[in-house]
Structures are given as structure tokens and as C-alpha cells.
């Protein structure tokens, strides 16, 4: 069986588009380009969780954890009665496994946000009705 | 009772019902010709009388089953434990429900389709309620002042429409029993949030305010999700129950066996340094991403734009409800996934778990239950909350942008109350939520009439309007005085409480020099806004007539002042007989707490 590659190049990769995003948003003028950093900063957590899905490292971690705690006699019978279902149900680790909930969280969550973008949009483009330009600077009427 | 249905009729309800006002209004504009007078606005007001009763009804039902499951633990004190839960499962439905009430002492309800820790599951305490009470109860009296306020806007359809499903989502948001159903729910309240600021579309203030609204709540939004994707890969589920037992026994049994000292422990010990980063990034997230929604100061700057651009109904409903459904995420998201600290647990949360402590510290392990701390990031931010605001409200014109630095104010009040984290300092944040709910929306559908009648939201123009609006001024005096804290008034009770708490509970820390100031702090900000909150009586009812005011003809309009006059009411009750709501908020506090009871429930 392949060891599991490190997720920390896609962790890494997230992390540097979410800061990109961040970027974006807080310094382009265009409104345009404000809704795609809206974008690269939701994709960015996309792409977060479906590497963790794949590569569940922290619950080997856990697992090793526990295991460690019990080898050395921390064997509360009233704290393993009450934890040890949930051990056995949530704290196995499969490297081959690919857990469906992050598909399913992310399936959904990209709904969310081509909503969220439909009504960014729709501004847009009251904003150009009223303003004939789309560059933040000159429509600041409101203190920002 | 037990996995009904009916538990999700507060969410089902009203999108049934935006439903049905979208197509009473298709018929009414394109169909009747607009012969239909008023038939969107009865089938809105319906939608949410309906929805309150279930909101009441799940309230009793709660109720209930607490004094049944008391009544059982005091004729037997017996412990099982919940993993009998599964061998009585096969035994049929009723033996569950008598097993959950009266071995587990269930005070919750749940409906779940698919078994955690894969599904989405609604999870209903008395936190829960308490919130979709205010919410539901504070959405119907926004939509009855609407029928006269909005009578002369176009688009009433979608208004309506938006604003039943702004309370569907606010109500999901509430009942959500893991992470991500609460993301979806704060989702989609966002959306109809940012198209209700922006709904008067051809003025050019709204759809301003409405996209800048917009980009801070998709970042904050991001940074939620961030944070759900960081703790899902810690722990693999976003359930709330699996997660409160998850990093906080883990947490504790790590910290007990570091007190043993061997070099697995310094291993350990290594190990736990590096992973607390982590902690560190999902709570700064989770508190960052949620203040956004909630108006906490750095990131507070949407709101003095968003509310005073928004139709007054939705400034009441975005200041009384929809900011306060950030603070609620933000608590059940901390305190339940993320335990704070404590030392010596046993004297300050006697009512709190573990409450299998002796066994969990069999060394005498003598330091910290847990190891989060975040309730001091919430103080640092609730102080600076509080003098802001304070500040900038000072230096308002505009009536609507004063209230809504009040709002921000009050955000301070609760987030202090929450950070003391006991069962004292978390109720009297919540009975602070429910008593600024009532007094700022009452503050702002005055403010709304005011608009009505003058045209302008300048405190300049508004001076000597009490004699022309007699009861919405009287109503509106008595919502400030409440605010201000004046002791008959509801508010007065609940900021009193919050001062108590903090002083409570510094005898029991070692930083009690940080919550004796945090008191002080309080005890200042509540007195400095008296400045501002004095001059709106004053100018309202003190002042000579300004030209706009002296130009009003109209007479006031019941439909407009009885809502007003209603919050009022409530007001003067609940802070003559405070006790009602004072317990509800208790057992919000306790719910919110008890996490071993939600848990062992849900598992």
C-alpha cells in the first residue's frame, strides 16, 4: 500500500490563493475584479477542504495519540465507556479512504457562492447605472 | 416528538410562505391588476403568526420534557451510560424517547436524516428557541409596520419574499446542530441580508452600502469556511456534539498525562505545542469570520452604512436580530468546540462538565481543565468595541448612523458578557441580546416614522417631533431610557448582570484584575452613552419645532405606531418583571454550557 503523500502542498497552495484573494479584494479598484477575489477566496477553501478529505494526517495523529494514552495506563473505565464508541467510529484512518462529507460540504458551498456572486453582479451593475464607471475610487460617497 | 418533522416547521414555514407571497403577488401585479388590496402583506403577516405558534410550541415542548427528565433524576439520580443508547434503539420509538428523557435527561430535540457523523443534523435547545423566538417574534412586527411603511415602493413581492426567507434562514441558523447546516443557513441569510440593504435600487446610497455589506460578509464568510475545513481536518466531523467531545477531552487527557512527567510526556508535549498553532488560526478565524456578521470593531465599518441605507423595517431587522445571529454562531461554535479555561473548575462550573472530574485528574493535575483562552481575545475586543463606538456615535448628524453605533455598542455589552464564559456571565449576555433586540428594533421603526414624516434622517431636522408623534416619540423615549440602562427599564437588569458576572467571577482566576476592569470598563462605556442617548430625548422632545417638523400635516398612522407602541410595552414589563425572559436566557446559558448533555444525546 502507498503512503499517503504529505496534504501540505495543497495546504500550501490554499493558503497562498486565499492570501491572494484577500489581496484582491482589499486592493483592486475594479469592482470586477473585488467579486473574482470574492471568488478565488471561496475556491481557495475549495481546495482545503478536498485535500483534507483525501489526507486525514491529524486523525492518525489522534489515533496514535490515544493509543499512546491508553499504553501508558491512562485506562479510565467511566472515560472509555463514554469515548470509546466514538473512537472506533470517527477515529479510523484509512489512507485510501475519501471522505464524501467534504465533497458534499463542497458541492454545496459552491452553490452558496455562485449566489453570492449573482448578487455581488447584480450591484455591479446598479452601481454602473448609477456611477457610469466601475472603479471604487470615484464612487467612495460613503466613508469606506 | 423525537425525529419529527415538525421541529424544522420554523424553517419550513416561512419559505413555504415567501412562496406563496410570490405567487399572490405575480397574481396581483400581472393577474387582478392590483385589485388584490394588501393580500402579499396579510399572507406575509400570516406566514410569521404561524411561525411564531411553532416557535411557542416547541418552546412548551421543551419545557416539558426538562420538568419530566427533572421530576425522573430526582426520584432516580442513576447514570447510564450513553452508549445503551443503541441497544434500546431496535426496541421501537417510544422506549427511545422514554429512555432519552428519563435515563439521559434530554432537554433538546433533534432531527436528523442521516446518522452523524455524515449527516446534516438539527439540533433544538433552549438556546436555539430563545434565538427563533426573538427572530420570529421581531420578523412579525417588522412585517406589520411595513404594510404602511413600504405602502408606496414598488417590488413589495420580493420585499416580502426576502424578508420570510431572512427569517427561514436566521431560524436554520439557530436550529443547526453542525457546522456547515449553520454555514449554509448563514449563507443564505447573508444573501437576502445584502439584497434587502439594497433594495431601494434607483437612490445610489443602498446599493453602496448593500455592495460594501456584501464583500465584508463573503470574506468574513471565507474565513468561516476556512475554519470549518482546518477543523474538519483536525477531526474529520463537523457535528457539534462530536466535536465537544473530541479537541476538549482530548485536550484534558493530554494535560493529565503531561503532569505524570516522563519523556513520552516532553513527546507530547511537542506535539501538543505544535498542534495548538492550529487552535490558535481556527479560533482567530472563527471569531474574525463571525464578527463580521456580528459589527465587533476592526471589522464593524459595513454597518454605520448598511443601516441607515436600508428601509427602516430592515435596519430594525439587520440591528435586533440578523448582527446577533453572528454573536450566537460565534458562541456555539466557541464554547462548544473550543471549552475555555478554568482554574479550579470544580468550585467556578460546578454546573458544567466534566463531571467525571476526579477521575479525569487522578494526579492531582492542579492547572487548567483547558487550555483555550479565547475568552481573553473576546475582551480585548469587546473593549474596543465599546469605546469606539462610544466615540463615533458622539459625532453623529444622521439618526440612523447614531443608532446603528449604538448597536455596535451593545455588541461590546454582550461579547463582554460572553467572555466571562460561567453560567452567569453567558445568560446575561443572552438577556442582553433579547433586551437590546426589543429596544433597537423599537428605536429604529421610530426612527423610520421620523423618516415618514420629515423626509430627513438629520437629528436637526428632527428637533420638537415629540408633540406631532406623541406615542411613537413616547415609545421611542422609553426604547433610549431602556438602552441607557435607567433602572425600571429592561436594560438596566441585563447590563447590571453582566458588571455582576465579571465581578463574580474575578475572585476565582488569577487575572481577576482583568475582569474588575472589565466591569469597570462596562460600568463607563454604559454611563458615557448617556450623552448620546440623553441628546436624542432631548432633541426630540425638548427642542423647538424645526421647519420640517412645523410643515408635517399628517396624522400619525396606527398600523406604524402599534408595533412601536408593543416593544415599548415590553420594554416597561420586562423591566419591571424581568424574570421570564431572564430564565429563559438561564437556561440558553445552561444549554449552551451542558455540552456533555448535548452530546451524549446526539451521539
Known amino acids: 500500500m502507498a503512503l499517503p503523500v504529505s496534504p501540505g502542498l495543497y495546504l500550501g497552495v490554499a493558503a497562498i490563493l486565499y492570501g491572494i484573494g484577500l489581496y484582491t479584494v482589499a486592493t483592486k479598484r475594479n469592482l470586477i475584479k473585488i467579486v473574482i477575489g470574492v471568488e478565488i477566496l471561496v475556491n481557495a477553501v475549495h481546495l482545503n477542504l478536498i485535500a483534507l478529505s483525501a489526507y486525514r494526517w491529524a486523525l492518525q495523529w489522534m489515533q496514535e495519540v490515544y493509543t499512546l494514552l491508553y499504553n501508558f495506563g491512562y485506562t479510565d473505565p467511566a472515560t472509555l465507556t463514554l469515548y470509546g464508541g466514538l473512537l472506533v467510529s470517527t477515529v479510523q484512518y484509512n489512507p485510501l479512504f475519501v471522505d464524501p462529507l467534504a465533497h458534499s460540504i463542497v458541492m454545496t458551498s459552491i452553490v452558496l457562492a455562485s449566489c453570492v456572486t449573482a448578487v455581488a453582479l447584480a450591484f455591479v451593475v446598479a452601481l454602473y447605472r448609477h456611477y457610469g464607471t466601475l472603479d471604487v475610487q470615484k464612487m467612495r460617497r460613503l466613508k469606506w | ?603
Open chain 2, 1 to 603: 416528538m423525537l425525529s419529527d418533522i415538525t421541529l424544522l416547521y420554523p424553517i419550513i414555514l416561512p419559505i413555504f410562505f415567501a412562496i406563496l407571497v410570490l405567487g399572490v403577488g405575480t397574481l396581483f401585479e400581472r393577474i387582478m391588476n392590483g385589485k388584490l388590496q394588501l393580500a402579499r402583506e396579510i399572507v406575509a403577516v400570516i406566514g410569521l403568526a404561524v411561525t411564531s405558534l411553532h416557535v411557542f410550541l416547541i418552546y412548551w415542548q421543551l419545557r416539558y420534557l426538562q420538568i419530566l427528565s427533572d421530576w425522573f433524576a430526582m426520584a432516580f439520580g442513576v447514570f447510564i451510560p450513553a452508549t445503551l443508547y443503541y441497544e434500546y434503539m431496535p426496541a421501537g420509538y417510544w422506549l427511545t424517547f422514554a429512555y432519552q428523557v428519563f435515563v439521559n435527561g434530554q432537554n433538546w430535540l433533534l432531527y436528523r436524516a442521516v446518522m452523524p457523523p455524515a449527516g446534516s443534523v438539527f439540533a433544538v435547545d433552549f438556546l436555539s428557541i430563545l434565538m427563533a423566538a426573538a427572530f420570529t417574534g421581531l420578523g412579525l412586527i417588522v412585517c406589520i409596520y411595513s404594510i404602511r411603511y413600504m405602502e408606496h415602493d414598488t417590488g413589495k413581492t420580493k420585499y416580502y419574499a426576502l424578508l420570510l426567507i431572512l427569517v427561514a434562514a436566521m431560524n436554520g441558523v439557530a436550529f443547526a446542530g453542525d457546522l456547515f447546516t449553520l454555514f449554509v443557513f448563514f449563507e443564505i441569510m447573508g444573501i437576502s441580508a445584502y439584497t434587502l440593504v439594497g433594495f431601494r435600487k434607483e437612490q445610489w446610497e443602498p446599493v453602496e452600502a448593500g455592495f460594501k455589506y456584501l464583500v465584508m460578509g463573503a470574506v468574513g464568510s471565507s474565513m468561516v469556511l476556512y475554519a470549518i475545513s482546518l477543523i474538519y481536518g483536525l477531526t474529520g466531523t463537523l457535528n457539534f456534539a462530536y466535536l465537544g467531545t473530541l479537541i476538549g477531552t482530548m485536550i484534558v487527557h493530554i494535560g493529565a498525562f503531561l503532569s505524570q512527567m516522563n519523556p513520552w510526556a516532553l513527546f507530547l508535549a511537542f506535539l501538543v505545542l505544535y498542534g495548538s498553532q492550529v487552535f490558535y488560526i481556527i479560533i482567530a478565524l472563527l471569531i474574525i469570520g463571525f464578527g463580521v456578521k456580528a459589527a465587533i470593531v476592526p471589522v464593524h465599518t459595513w454597518l454605520p452604512d448598511a443601516h441607515p441605507a436600508a428601509p427602516s423595517g430592515i435596519s430594525a431587522m439587520l440591528s435586533g436580530v440578523v448582527i446577533k445571529t453572528g454573536v450566537y454562531s460565534m458562541a456555539r461554535a466557541l464554547f462548544v468546540v473550543f471549552p475555555i479555561t478554568g482554574v479550579w473548575p470544580w468550585l467556578v462550573r460546578l454546573d458544567t462538565p466534566p463531571y467525571n472530574l476526579p477521575q479525569m485528574f487522578p494526579t492531582g493535575f492542579p492547572g487548567y481543565s483547558y487550555p483555550f483562552n479565547w475568552n481573553y481575545a473576546l475582551v480585548l475586543f469587546g473593549v474596543i468595541t465599546l469605546i469606539v463606538s462610544n466615540v463615533m456615535a458622539l459625532l453623529q448628524q444622521d439618526i440612523k448612523r447614531l443608532l446603528a453605533y449604538s448597536s455596535i455598542l451593545n455588541i461590546g455589552f454582550i461579547m463582554l458578557g460572553l467572555s466571562v464564559g460561567t453560567a452567569a456571565g453567558v445568560s446575561a449576555a443572552f438577556f442582553h441580546l433579547i433586551n437590546h433586540a426589543i429596544a433597537k428594533g423599537l428605536l429604529f421603526l421610530g426612527a423610520g416614522v421620523y423618516l415618514h414624516f420629515t423626509g430627513s434622517r438629520m437629528i436637526s431636522d428632527l428637533s420638537g417631533i415629540g408633540r406631532k408623534t406623541p406615542i411613537t416619540s413616547m415609545s421611542f423615549a422609553i426604547g433610549t431610557l431602556a438602552l441607557m440602562g435607567i433602572p425600571p427599564l429592561n436594560g438596566f437588569w441585563s447590563k447590571a448582570l453582566i458588571v455582576l458576572s465579571a465581578i463574580w467571577y474575578a475572585p476565582f482566576v488569577p487575572e481577576g484584575c482583568v475582569w474588575v476592569t472589565v466591569a469597570t470598563i462596562t460600568v463607563l462605556a454604559s454611563a458615557f452613552s448617556a450623552a448620546f442617548y440623553l441628546r436624542l430625548v432631548y432633541v426630540i422632545w425638548f427642542s423647538p419645532e424645526s421647519d420640517r417638523v412645523k410643515a408635517i400635516s399628517k396624522k400619525e398612522s396606527l398600523v406604524m405606531a402599534l408595533p412601536i407602541a408593543v416593544l415599548a410595552l415590553a420594554c416597561v414589563v420586562f423591566g419591571i418583571y424581568p424574570s421570564p425572559i431572564y430564565s429563559m436566557a438561564n437556561r440558553a446559558a445552561e444549554a449552551l454550557l451542558h455540552y456533555a448533555n448535548y452530546f451524549t444525546g446526539i451521539i
